[in-house]
């Protein structure tokens, strides 16, 4: 499984930005059942932590918040890295007539 962008040989020749661009489009051509199933797999992972959150009160639940959001990233982009995967071939060959 690949949890971040840089290791995917296909996009070595790419800015950053561009890899997210590529994974962009790469994850806007998944057909509809494939959407649905990414959006799922993103709720049972992330259900946990947020019902969590649901037992802390007080200011403390400010800062627990501040670090769910910068985890939320980190959470969420492997799953779509690999729902994304199949389609990255095409969608570099998009990016690349788009930005000639």
Do not use: D, G, N
């Given at each position: 499984m690949v949890?971040?962008?840089?290791?995917l040989t296909e996009l070595d020749d790419f800015a950053l930005r561009d890899k997210q661009r590529i994974k962009a489009q790469a994850l806007a051509q998944l057909?509809?059942?494939?959407k649905?199933?990414?959006n799922i797999a993103k709720l049972m992972l992330l259900t946990p932590l947020f019902m969590a959150l649901a037992f802390i009160e007080g200011w403390i639940l400010l800062?627990?918040?501040?670090?769910?959001g910068l985890?939320?990233?980190?959470?969420?982009?492997?799953?779509?890295?690999?729902?994304a995967?199949?389609?990255?071939?095409?969608?570099?060959?998009?990016?690349r007539k788009t930005n000639q």
């Open positions: 949890f971040r962008l840089s290791k057909p509809a059942s494939q649905i199933m990414l800062p627990v918040l501040l670090v769910c985890a939320y990233p980190l959470l969420t982009v492997p799953l779509e890295i690999q729902f995967r199949p389609y990255m071939q095409q969608a570099i060959v998009e990016f």
